[in-house]
């Protein structure tokens, strides 16, 4: 009975020895955090995409469950914004490297890394350029102004810590030469030192013009099909530049070539009066109106000064066009001469005298002849 005893106890202390315990050396390459406790262990589990802000990949990233192995880095991470694929079998050799074993890979058949960035579009970066330098040196708004990089802009891809907005800090425009300098600056949340982006060119303003299509002569109606609208330099055009629709069913002034820009100048309604066309011509003054046949020598529109050839006296006159096929000629009324010439004598008019003697009349001087 009292050798039995012992032995019980001996095996009791045995059956609480953990297992791994027991096992061989080779059995042991797990990590300590792994299997300090068998009730406690947490598998690794394989991720199928990541995400990673940094420019390396660590066990932490491709594992789940990587206790202190995890700020291990196995990879070099894609380049800012980029995606980039690693085989199943190759990210598993890089963790048993590092004594990382019994991984559950969920039978993917490849890890999916992306590297995290702030992107910054082209198009965004000149909005900023020309909001940063509109109303400087005569420039307007920015939505007018036409930018020349000195360099392409293209698409950025920053850090991701880079989370603060396009601050410019410097701001240069010469309106002489168009040059502008523009430096801003990007906050980050990592208290690390904010990043800085220049950009140099030109810019300049311009404005919406409507442009022909094709050369147009003065007598021909602009149709839809002869304007497209363009954005032209300001300085080209002036402050007079033509609209689509204003410009639409009028007529030039002289003979345009196709790509140039119009001015209200260049346009005018259309001819009521066309060269070599039978007008009726209107002589008019106070009190009097007259109309005769007439052939116009000229093309004018209402308003327009045109010579037209009277078809009765075969003269060449003048007039305003007043109305489809119409010329009106104004003709001046004369107006009473008065004399102011002090050597031009003039009859006097007779007046009462103004004494106390009678007033010897007509009829009296014949009445004494008679007596």
């Given at each position: 009975?009292?050798?039995?005893?012992?032995?019980?106890?001996?095996?009791?202390?045995?059956?609480?020895?953990?297992?791994?315990?027991?096992?061989?050396?080779?059995?042991?390459?797990?990590?300590?955090?792994?299997?300090?406790?068998?009730?406690?262990?947490?598998?690794?589990?394989?991720?199928?995409?990541?995400?990673?802000?940094?420019?390396?990949?660590?066990?932490?990233?491709?594992?789940?469950?990587?206790?202190?192995?995890?700020?291990?880095?196995?990879?070099?991470?894609?380049?800012?914004?980029?995606?980039?694929?690693?085989?199943?079998?190759?990210?598993?050799?890089?963790?048993?490297?590092?004594?990382?074993?019994?991984?559950?890979?969920?039978?993917?058949?490849e890890?999916?890394?992306?590297?995290?960035?702030?992107?910054?579009?082209?198009?965004?970066?000149?909005?900023?350029?020309?909001?940063?330098?509109?109303?400087?040196?005569?420039?307007?708004?920015?939505?007018?102004?036409?930018l020349?990089?000195?360099?392409?802009?293209?698409?950025?891809?920053?850090?991701?810590?880079?989370?603060?907005?396009?601050?410019?800090?410097?701001?240069?425009?010469?309106?002489?030469?168009?040059?502008?300098?523009?430096?801003?600056e990007?906050?980050?949340?990592?208290?690390?030192?904010?990043?800085?982006?220049?950009?140099?060119?030109?810019?300049?303003?311009?404005?919406?013009?409507?442009?022909?299509?094709?050369?147009?002569?003065?007598?021909?109606?602009?149709?839809?099909?002869?304007?497209?609208?363009?954005?032209?330099?300001?300085?080209?055009?002036?402050?007079?530049?033509?609209?689509?629709?204003?410009?639409?069913?009028?007529?030039?002034?002289?003979?345009?070539?196709?790509?140039?820009?119009?001015?209200?100048?260049?346009?005018?309604?259309?001819?009521?009066?066309?060269?070599?066309?039978?007008?009726?011509l209107?002589?008019?003054?106070?009190?009097?109106?007259?109309?005769?046949?007439?052939?116009?020598?000229?093309?004018?529109?209402?308003?327009?000064?045109?010579?037209?050839?009277?078809?009765?006296?075969?003269r060449?006159?003048?007039?305003v066009?007043?109305?489809?096929?119409?010329v009106?000629?104004?003709?001046?009324?004369?107006?009473?001469?008065?004399?102011?010439?002090?050597?031009?004598?003039?009859?006097?008019?007779?007046?009462?005298?103004?004494?106390?003697?009678?007033?010897?009349?007509?009829?009296?001087?014949?009445?004494?002849?008679s007596?």
């Amino acid at each position: 009975m009292m050798l039995l005893r012992p032995l019980l106890i001996a095996a009791a202390l045995i059956a609480t020895i953990p297992t791994a315990a027991l096992a061989g050396a080779d059995d042991a390459v797990l990590t300590p955090d792994w299997k300090s406790d068998s009730a406690a262990i947490a598998v690794p589990v394989l991720r199928a995409n990541v995400s990673v802000t940094g420019d390396v990949v660590r066990i932490g990233d491709v594992i789940d469950n990587a206790g202190s192995f995890g700020q291990i880095a196995i990879y070099r991470a894609p380049d800012l914004g980029t995606t980039g694929s690693l085989p199943t079998a190759q990210v598993i050799a890089a963790l048993r490297a590092h004594e990382v074993i019994g991984v559950d890979t969920r039978h993917i058949k490849e890890v999916t890394v992306t590297r995290l960035a702030r992107n910054l579009d082209a198009k965004d970066i000149q909005d900023a350029v020309a909001h940063a330098i509109e109303h400087r040196g005569g420039l307007g708004d920015a939505a007018n102004l036409s930018l020349t990089f000195d360099r392409d802009v293209q698409d950025m891809h920053l850090d991701a810590s880079n989370t603060g907005a396009l601050q410019p800090i410097t701001v240069r425009y010469d309106s002489r030469s168009t040059r502008f300098d523009v430096t801003f600056e990007i906050g980050n949340n990592v208290n690390a030192p904010p990043t800085r982006l220049r950009f140099t060119g030109s810019a300049i303003e311009t404005v919406e013009a409507a442009v022909l299509t094709r050369n147009v002569e003065r007598a021909d109606m602009l149709k839809s099909s002869d304007i497209i609208v363009e954005r032209r330099p300001k300085l080209e055009i002036g402050g007079d530049a033509a609209v689509r629709e204003s410009a639409l069913g009028m007529q030039l002034r002289h003979p345009m070539r196709a790509g140039q820009a119009l001015r209200v100048a260049d346009l005018a309604k259309p001819d009521l009066v066309q060269k070599d066309q039978g007008v009726t011509l209107v002589f008019q003054t106070a009190g009097l109106y007259l109309t005769t046949r007439g052939k116009a020598i000229d093309s004018g529109t209402e308003g327009d000064v045109v010579s037209v050839l009277n078809l009765q006296s075969k003269r060449t006159v003048t007039g305003v066009v007043t109305g489809r096929g119409q010329v009106t000629i104004q003709v001046a009324t004369p107006r009473p001469v008065v004399i102011t010439d002090p050597g031009i004598a003039q009859t006097p008019v007779p007046t009462s005298v103004a004494d106390n003697s009678p007033q010897v009349t007509s009829n009296q001087v014949s009445t004494s002849r008679s007596e």
